[in-house]
């Protein structure tokens, strides 16, 4: 094989190369291109219903509310309405409802004078934290009863490393 007809790419310009010879010559520029083809009518985006199904009622009167539109992409029929939860969880009762609880677990744990005792003191708040944080969420504000979950969560949690890190000495804090 020869590499007489071979340029390499570094140096353009030193003819063409002996594999191209026989190649057709390039288009003169865009506008030699044919024209596109006309594209065909598209199909219609929504279902339309047959004469004998009653058309569907305006959403003002779905007892719902709001009413989302449909993407277009699938039609799954009439739109549906937006549900929103009515007493939405904010950021300040659920604040108040950890700083609250976590004042409690921390009283709790400084009536105990040693360890056996913080625990069970520990676990018995945590109990009646959670205890009020059902009846809240059943019956007052869920963002104070989520804070009062999490923080009594949290105080449990760290007796529960108290226990085992006792227990890994040798020492069963709970009986």
Same mark, same amino acid.
Do not use: C, K
């Given at each position: 094989?020869?590499?007489?007809g071979?340029? +390499?790419?570094?140096q !353009?310009?030193?003819?063409?190369?002996?594999y191209?010879?026989?190649? !057709?010559?390039?288009?003169?520029g865009?506008g030699?291109? /044919? !024209?596109?083809?006309?594209?065909? !009518?598209?199909?219609?985006?929504?279902?339309?219903?047959?004469?004998h199904?009653? /058309?569907?009622?305006?959403? +003002?009167?779905? $007892?719902?509310?709001?009413?989302?539109?449909?993407s277009?992409?699938? %039609?799954?029929?009439?739109?549906?309405p937006?549900?929103?939860?009515?007493?939405?969880?904010?950021?300040?009762?659920?604040?108040?409802?950890? +700083?609250?609880? *976590?004042?409690?677990?921390?009283?709790f744990?400084?009536?105990?004078t040693?360890?056996?005792?913080?625990v069970?003191?520990?676990f018995?708040a945590g109990? &009646?934290?959670w205890? %009020? *944080?059902?009846?809240? $969420?059943?019956?007052?504000?869920?963002?104070? +009863?989520?804070g009062? &979950?999490?923080?009594?969560?949290?105080?449990?949690?760290?007796?529960?490393?108290?226990?085992?890190v006792?227990?890994i000495?040798?020492?069963?804090?709970l009986?």
């Amino acid at each position: 094989m020869s590499e007489a007809g071979w340029t +390499a790419p570094d140096q !353009p310009g030193r003819g063409t190369p002996s594999y191209a010879s026989d190649w !057709p010559a390039p288009p003169a520029g865009p506008g030699s291109l /044919p !024209p596109a083809p006309a594209s065909p !009518p598209r199909p219609p985006t929504r279902i339309t219903l047959p004469p004998h199904i009653p /058309p569907v009622p305006p959403p +003002a009167t779905w $007892s719902g509310g709001a009413v989302r539109a449909t993407s277009g992409l699938i %039609s799954s029929g009439p739109p549906r309405p937006i549900f929103r939860e009515p007493l939405p969880v904010r950021l300040g009762p659920l604040a108040a409802g950890a +700083a609250s609880a *976590a004042l409690w677990m921390l009283l709790f744990g400084l009536l105990a004078t040693t360890a056996r005792g913080y625990v069970w003191l520990t676990f018995g708040a945590g109990v &009646a934290a959670w205890l %009020s *944080a059902a009846v809240l $969420s059943r019956f007052g504000d869920r963002g104070v +009863a989520v804070g009062i &979950a999490v923080s009594a969560a949290i105080g449990v949690a760290v007796a529960g490393i108290v226990v085992t890190v006792r227990w890994i000495g040798g020492n069963w804090l709970l009986w």
